[in-house]
């Protein structure tokens, strides 16, 4: 099998479905791809940005196969999440020309609370209805000639916000526009796209017949490098309205 071809056959959809999960997971090793060559090598560069683009980093860096005219890293333990009481690292014993690779865990990290986000929606709002409430409001009964500028200033943004609250009230964040507000560059078209592939990629797990499912497959690998392009050429047109 072709370095590519584990990658974005095998690999790939794995770590896609982890991802998706959002569960603290380990992925070990032989995966005979040397990331001190990850610079020089572009199946190389391919896998290892794969593993890093879904937020997994690799235990070991130092060489795991040693021998009298070489030293490579094709051993590895890759793991989604961090505790500074991680020890990891290689074992120098002569049982194989590999060395053992090790990771102690004491504990793992608790899952971190899902934060709920809100922000004003707009749906609702008419902008004469506003203007017509700010207008109508009795500003001489909350705020006197007389009256401290800072109270004043007070009274005016508290009863601002009150009426703006009226027809631009708060509401939880979904999940979806949480990724737009955190992704701006993934626009509609994208996500329409990676609705489809995810559709693709569960009819392919699901298929039985084998000409069906290479069908759906190779599909799928067509939505997700399409994807993957896009949101490489929207991250640039984002980056140069921004610089």
């Not at 703006?164 to 993934?186: C, E, F, G, R, T």
């Amino acid at each position: 099998m072709l370095p590519n071809e584990f990658t974005d056959d095998y690999l790939s959809p794995l770590i896609e479905k982890i991802s998706l999960a959002k569960k603290q997971a380990i992925i070990l090793g032989d995966f005979n791809m040397d990331l001190m060559k990850f610079d020089q090598n572009n199946d190389i560069s391919n896998f290892l940005q794969t593993i890093t683009s879904n937020s997994l980093f690799p235990f070991i860096t130092l060489p795991t196969r040693i021998t009298t005219h070489s030293k490579t890293l094709i051993d590895n333990i890759f793991h989604n999440f961090y505790t500074p009481d991680i020890i990891s690292g290689n074992l120098t014993i002569s049982i194989s020309d590999h060395l053992a690779q090790f990771v102690l865990i004491p504990s793992l990290p608790e899952q971190k609370k899902v934060n709920k986000y809100y922000k004003r929606s707009f749906a609702k709002f008419n902008k004469e209805r506003f203007i017509n409430d700010i207008a109508n409001v009795p500003w001489d009964t909350h705020i006197k000639e007389n009256d401290d500028v800072n109270n004043s200033i007070k009274t005016t943004l508290n009863i601002f916000e009150r009426v703006l609250n009226k027809h631009a009230p708060y509401k939880q964040v979904s999940k979806k526009d949480l990724i737009k507000l955190k992704k701006p560059w993934i626009s509609k078209g994208i996500s329409k796209s990676i609705a489809t592939k995810n559709k693709l990629h569960k009819k392919y797990l699901k298929a039985k017949d084998q000409k069906m499912k290479d069908f759906l497959f190779e599909k799928f690998k067509r939505h997700r490098n399409t994807i993957s392009n896009l949101t490489k050429i929207s991250k640039k047109k984002l980056l140069h309205r921004i610089l």
